[in-house]
């Protein structure tokens, strides 16, 4: 009887290994909508490479291009950790701009990380960053061409660049018209031959005025203008597409029915004290023939450089600087804090300055300002606490100068009398309050506390008296007890 031997070779199984990828999912000049760059596809990056922006899209100076990332590990893979995962400019000038909010952190199998990065490059310069993800590095890359730069200038005489691809004409009501004023700047350093603009979309509801109608040749810091004007031929949204100097500029708006009568804007004082309160109204010249809505805004401007907002400057209805109201059809007064009043009531604060307040309705914009009177500080309370063979004086107030200098205190015994001179005792306080100041969001309301030590009975010290001096004057005593 023969014997069948059957040997067993048993060889270890090699363990599965996660293996990240780099994906780039997408890229885009207009952020605002996503709309992906022409010819644009997923595709893998490999470790190492080199991504070229002028691959992916020419780009100009102060133009956006956004670049959407996938970092994925691939299915059946076991999860992985991400523990590096940054991103470092070669060079002073920073044109790759991280965009994403959170890490990574561990991704299982088939799992993905969506990230995005902006190329903005400030000059018509080459800008190169390093992305690092644990083992794996890549160069992103990418040189900007020299450009002219397009401004847009508003009716109230605004202007600011155009960096983006939107101009907002915002609210306009039929009958009415909203006009734009466009710069077009040559900062090369040679002339630029330009098209005349031309306008699509609804055009009928936008029209070029001033615009050149042949090819103008702009010389080095030279420049041109030209102006749109929305006129609404219908209401909701309306949209066109200005196109100039190779821009392509969204020129969106919004056509209102009605007239809109202007409007008064009352405050209830032109100057005010600090911690207090005051209101503003608002009246139409006309009774609205519709329903309206807009909003009042405050805005501080602090007397006082380097120093911080004062948060409680606010209305007190929204707890906030600003409040909506509303006008209803056929009447001429607005009314606040959910149709109950007809004033909006704010607090003043504890600085000194100026409140502005900003009101808006339809195509109308009303403003007014309120001056916070300077004072010599204010002492609300105070009062004593008595320890072994120390006393403690506390004192609140404000100072809305925020300059406070010297605090001053007078102390007396249970008879009422004086203890010590008749000055009392002074004390520098201005570089503790300088501090304070400058840290605190409640302008200039504080809370003093000084520390005395006594020898023999605390209790003797029946008050204490304290002033405080600002640049402008020494304040009231407060009694402490």
Excluded: C, H
């Excluded at 100041?437 to 030590?453: E, I």
């Amino acid at each position: 009887m023969r014997t069948l031997w059957l040997l067993l070779l048993l060889l270890p199984v090699p363990a599965l290994r996660a293996e990240l990828q780099l994906w780039l999912v997408g890229a885009t000049k207009d952020p605002l909508t996503w709309t992906s760059v022409p010819g644009v596809q997923p595709a893998r990056v490999n470790n190492g490479a080199t991504l070229e922006m002028s691959a992916i899209s020419q780009v100009r100076e102060n133009d956006i291009l956004d670049l959407r990332f996938e970092l994925r590990n691939t299915p059946g893979s076991p999860a992985v950790t991400v523990s590096t995962f940054r991103m470092q400019q070669n060079g002073s000038s920073e044109a790759f701009i991280p965009l994403w909010k959170t890490l990574p952190g561990t991704l299982a199998g088939g799992a993905k990380f969506t990230f995005e990065i902006r190329f903005l490059p400030p000059k018509p310069l080459a800008y190169e960053a390093i992305l690092v993800i644990d083992n794996m590095v890549f160069t992103l890359r990418g040189s900007a061409s020299g450009r002219t730069v397009m401004l847009e200038t508003d009716t109230l005489g605004q202007r600011q660049l155009i960096n983006g691809s939107t101009s907002d004409f915002g609210n306009v009501r039929l009958g009415e018209s909203y006009i734009k004023s466009y710069r077009i700047v040559n900062r090369t350093d040679a002339p630029l031959m330009l098209a005349p603009p031309t306008l699509q979309g609804e055009i009928d509801s936008f029209f070029l005025l001033q615009a050149p109608e042949s090819n103008r040749t702009v010389p080095p810091n030279g420049f041109y203008e030209f102006k749109a004007e929305f006129r609404p031929a219908r209401t909701g949204l309306i949209n066109a597409t200005l196109t100039v100097d190779g821009r392509t500029i969204k020129l969106v708006s919004n056509g209102l029915e009605g007239e809109v009568p202007d409007f008064r804007l009352l405050p209830s004082a032109a100057d005010v004290e600090s911690v207090s309160q005051a209101d503003a109204r608002i009246e139409l010249v006309s009774a609205a023939a519709q329903a309206l809505s807009g909003t009042l805004t405050l805005v501080f401007e602090g007397d006082v450089g380097g120093m911080p907002d004062d948060t409680n400057i606010r209305f007190i209805a929204t707890g906030n600087r600003s409040i909506a109201f509303t006008v209803p059809a056929g009447s001429t007064k607005a009314l606040f804090a959910g149709g109950s009043s007809d004033a909006a009531r704010f607090q003043t604060g504890a600085a000194s300055g100026k409140i502005r307040l900003v009101a808006k309705l339809g195509q109308w914009e009303r403003s007014a300002q309120l001056n916070i009177r300077s004072d010599a500080p204010k002492l609300a309370s105070g009062s004593l606490r008595r320890g072994s063979g120390t006393l403690t004086v506390n004192v609140n107030g404000f100072d809305n100068m925020r300059s406070a200098s010297t605090a001053v205190f007078f102390f007396f015994d249970t008879t009422g009398k004086q203890i010590g001179g008749a000055s009392g005792i002074e004390a520098p306080v201005g570089d503790v309050f300088g501090t304070f100041f400058r840290a605190s969001p409640t302008g200039g309301v504080f809370q003093l506390r000084a520390d005395f030590p006594v020898q023999g009975d605390v209790n003797a010290i029946e008050s204490v008296q304290v002033a405080l001096k600002n640049s402008l004057g020494l304040s009231q005593r407060v009694t402490a007890r």
